[in-house]
């Protein structure tokens, strides 16, 4: 009985290191380019798109096509930081465990 206990102990110790670290993704930020840097996309841990930011030299109105896919490249590879940002802060609670729902 007292190894339940003590099993119970770290399950809600890992509950509240786990609810600490989905806080503190809410306050991390991730950017990425494209395009030289031309255009940049700044997202949230929570994988919410805070800024885009476009350099004037990019915009050309013959080619939105391009402007579009540089906006589009910037944006997945934000979302993708993001993705390993919260692989890395929340991996260690998970240990290779396939949980669904829970990242």
Known sequence: MKNMGNMMKQMQKMQKDMAKAQEQLKEETVEATAGGGMVKVIASGEKRI???????????PDDVEMLED?????????????????????????KGMNIPGLM
């Open 50 to 60: 805070l800024d885009i930011q476009i350099n004037e030299e990019a915009v050309d």
């Open 70 to 94: 540089l906006v589009l490249a910037a944006t997945n590879e934000a979302l993708t930081k993001v993705d390993d940002l919260v692989n890395e802060k929340m991996g260690k609670f998970t």
